[in-house]
């Protein structure tokens, strides 16, 4: 049996990747990765790309365990994690 036309697409699609994204009180920055998944882009390099138009330093990483049901990418607005505004870290 042949899967119908439309099918194909829903098959060959790439799932909607869970984003851990940092800074998280970062609002702007967590609306525009957002967004870029509400528009279907859904490809880690061209989702990078898109996001750098507007935050240059921003690095986006897939997170790659063996049988992980999930695809997570983290995205970081500065290219590393840095604490949220307001939390120190240390003593």
Same mark, same amino acid.
């Given at each position: ?11 060959? =699609?790439?799932?909607?990747?869970? &984003? ?10 967590? +609306?525009?990765?957002? =967004? &870029? ?6 490809? /880690?390099?061209?989702?990078?790309? =898109? /996001? ?5 330093? +921003?690095?986006?990483?897939? =997170?790659?365990?063996? +049988? ?24």
């Amino acid at each position: 049996m042949r899967p119908r036309e439309g099918m194909l697409d829903v098959m060959n =699609r790439s799932p909607r990747p869970v &984003l851990v994204i940092n800074p998280v009180d970062d609002g702007p920055f967590v +609306a525009a990765a957002e =967004r &870029l998944l509400d528009d279907d882009v859904l490809a /880690l390099e061209e989702f990078r790309a =898109r /996001l750098r138009e507007s935050y240059p330093e +921003a690095a986006v990483h897939p =997170r790659e365990l063996t +049988a992980e049901p999930v695809l997570i990418w983290y995205v970081y607005r500065h290219g590393r994690w840095v604490n949220p505004t307001g939390q120190h870290g240390g003593s």
